[in-house]
């Protein structure tokens, strides 16, 4: 593949082997768990599915690492295996982690749960305020973890103040770039260390498989998938195959996603039955500017609240036709959801409350469909919720 090429031919072109296989245009998936070690292999090398190592997966981590523009990558059996494993790669005991407050509610239940027991300590912060960083930092910390994008109110971190304050401090940046996906945001481009990912998302895109990726430079890739090798949270050959298949389709399953949520997100700016709308793509929005700076689409994710209350957002989940109610995103349908009940609903209430989720809000995860499809779902939802 020439070395200049968008985000749409890198999605088709890049890791493919040309010719492949047999002159096989689509990579095959190598069903064996093991080949004949190389002379000279290390255990590291063997080609071993729990490895890794197997050609199938080496393929789908060319792919992947070119998306994020990133040396190397490896597939993982989820994103929170990817964020888990890259934690455990980084940090030892005594260490201390910089996170994000409001982060992916799996990542904060397991720092919740874990990092304790492991002898990490953790301060958040908030990830658009870079001026509260240095009183959270201490000698031993290790890592920042932020996510470009958050959940549920879209806002956007401010990546290039966390590589300068990192990089000062010799602390490795990892991001969650799940919700920008790197059709919109590229954080390697930007001095981020590692870039984690729940493939579940938009990576895929068709809401059938579970699976995560990392990708970094070789040093960090491979310490990464060393320890991979040791909690064996590998991703599966068949999902993997799935994976690289919904790859080729993410840039223009993105533009889409990006087009329909900034119809969407001003269709119900406009609306007299709604109080208030999350999404950076509107001026309003308090991360309208950065995410212009910084994100080349403003991403398929918004959220809104409706006037009336929780009942009345309850009630509009529940009678959309078109948008399915479920959690989980970045997939071709449209799906709606309340976090409260569902991503959010085993956080403290106070936090939740402090985070600004309340209990009315809705989020989007906006689909492929038409346009006026979707904002016409809404409408007659928004409409008869009211009634
Ligand atoms: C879904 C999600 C995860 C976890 O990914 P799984 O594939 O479900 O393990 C992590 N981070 C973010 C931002 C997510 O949306």
Redesign the pocket.
Known sequence: MPETTGASTRAVHAGERRPGPEGSLVYPIYQSTVFTPRPGDAYDDLRYLRLSTAPSQVYLHDKLAALEESPAAVATA????A?TTTLHALLSTGDHLLAATGL?G??HAFLTAHAARLGWTVSFVDPTRPDTWEAARTPRTRVFLL?SVS?PLVRVARLPEAVSFARAHGITTVV?N??ASPVNLRPRTLGVDVVVH?A??YLNGHSDL???AVMGDEELVTRIRQTLNHYGGTLDAHAGFLLARGVKTLAVRVRAQNANALALARFLHDHPRVAEVHYPGLPDHPDHEVASRLMSGYGGMLSFRPTGGAAVAAAVVERTRLAYSAP??GGVETLITRPVVTSHASMDPAERARLGITDDLIRVSCGIEDTEDLVADLEQALASADA
């Open positions: 989820s994103g929170m295996a964020i992916y799996g990542t996510e959940n969650d799940t919700f729940s579940t998302k579970v699976a995560g989980s995103l």
